[in-house]
C-alpha cells in the first residue's frame, strides 16, 4: 500500500495538509522502507523509576519547565517506597546548575546502586568530560538535550553560551557513552528551534538514534499560554530526521501533548517512518499494521533498547 492511500483524521475529512508535505512524508516513508526492517516499537515506560539527583531544584528554572517536571520524580534521600515497586529500568536526571549541569557525578554510589535493580538512563546536561567519563561506565545510556540555536538557548534556559558549547558536549559524550540525543521540537514556546541545525550536526556526526519529544504548554512556566507546535512544522522536522538521517533510529518519546494533538501526532510519526513511539495510540497502532508493521511491545525507557 502507498502511504498517500492512507488518512490522517476522521473519514471524510478533508486533507489536513498540502501537496507538499505529504509529498514529504511519502519520501520519508521510502527512507523508511529502504533502510529498516518492518516494525515499530511500542514502548511502556510506566515501570520506570524516575529519579531526580537534585529533588525539585534547579538554577536555571527554564522558560519551558520551571522545575514542574522534576516535582513528579524521586529524591535519592526517598528511594524507599519506589525500590520497593521493583521497578523494570531507572531514569536519573535532576535540575542543572547555573553552568547548565545536572550534578550526577556527586552521585555515583546511587548510580551503583539502582543498576544493579536494572538498566539506567542518565540525564547530563552541559557535562565536563572528566565527569562524563566518571559515570559513563556506571550507567547503560545517557541521554543530552541538544539545543542548536543561539536565541532559543538564551531564551529558554539563559544560558549565555552557544550551540557550540552543546556540540562539544554531544561530541564528549559520544567519545565514552551511548549518548542519546533528545530534540525537543519547538521547545522556544511552541515556534521554530533550531531543529534542522540540530539535525544536520547529528547527520554530520553519524548519529545511530534520535529521540524527538515536543514542547507541551505547561501551567506555571513562563511558556505556559504559549500553543504547543504547528503540526504542520512538526511533520517537516519528523521527514527531515527520517530524510537526512536514513539509517538512524528514530523515537517519538513520552513528552509530548495530550488529547487531538497526540492522536494527530502519533499516526504522523508512522507515516514519518519512525521505528519507535513511546504508548502509541490505537489509531496509531493501527495505521502501523495497515501499512505493513509489525507490532513490537517493549517495556521501560525508550532510550535503554
Known amino acids: 500500500m502507498r502511504l498517500a492511500e492512507t488518512a490522517v483524521g476522521p473519514p ?100 551503583r546502586r539502582l543498576r544493579r535493580c536494572g538498566p539506567v ?25 541538544l539545543l542548536a540555536d543561539g536565541r532559543t538557548i538564551r531564551e529558554v534556559t539563559g544560558l549565555t553560551c552557544g550551540p557550540e558549547t552543546y556540540f562539544a558536549t554531544y561530541d564528549l559524550l559520544r567519545a565514552c557513552a551511548r549518548v542519546k540525543p533528545h530534540i525537543c521540537i519547538g521547545i522556544r514556546g511552541g515556534g521554530p528551534s533550531g531543529e534542522e541545525r540540530a539535525l544536520e550536526f ?35 522536522v519528523l521527514c527531515a530526521a527520517r530524510t537526512m538521517l536514513p539509517r538512524a533510529r528514530l523515537k517519538l518519546g513520552c513528552m509530548r501533548p495530550r488529547g487531538r494533538y497526540r492522536a494527530l501526532l502519533d499516526l504522523l510519526a508512522v507515516r514519518s517512518g519512525f521505528n519507535s513511539i513511546v504508548r502509541p495510540t490505537a489509531a496509531a497502532r493501527r495505521l502501523a499494521s495497515t501499512l505493513g508493521l509489525h507490532l513490537v511491545e517493549r517495556e521501560g525507557c525508550c532510550a535503554l533498547w
Open 202 to 236: 547529528l547527520a554530520r556526526r553519524g548519529a545511530e538514534e534520535v529521540i524527538f519529544i515536543v514542547f507541551i504548554p505547561t501551567p506555571g512556566t513562563r511558556y505556559q499560554h504559549r500553543p504547543p507546535p504547528d503540526l504542520k512544522r512538526v511533520v517537516e
Open 12 to 111: 471524510g475529512a478533508a486533507p489536513l495538509f498540502d501537496a507538499e508535505i505529504e509529498s514529504q512524508l511519502q519520501r520519508a516513508w521510502e527512507v523508511r522502507v529502504r533502510h529498516h526492517p518492518m516494525e515499530l516499537d511500542c514502548c511502556d515506560p510506566s515501570r520506570t523509576g524516575v529519579v531526580s539527583v537534585t529533588g525539585s531544584w534547579c538554577a536555571l528554572n527554564c522558560a519551558h519547565c520551571g522545575g514542574r517536571y522534576l516535582r513528579g520524580m524521586t529524591p535519592p534521600g526517598e528511594l524507599g517506597d519506589l525500590m520497593r515497586r521493583r521497578p523494570s529500568s531507572w531514569l536519573v536526571s535532576g535540575g542543572c546548575d547555573p553552568s547548565g549541569r545536572v550534578p550526577v557525578a556527586e552521585h555515583q554510589d546511587l548510580l
Open 121 to 145: 538512563n542518565l540525564h547530563v546536561g552541559l557535562i565536563p568530560a572528566e565527569e562524563a567519563a566518571a559515570v559513563a561506565p556506571l550507567v547503560d545510556a545517557i541521554s543530552f538535550d
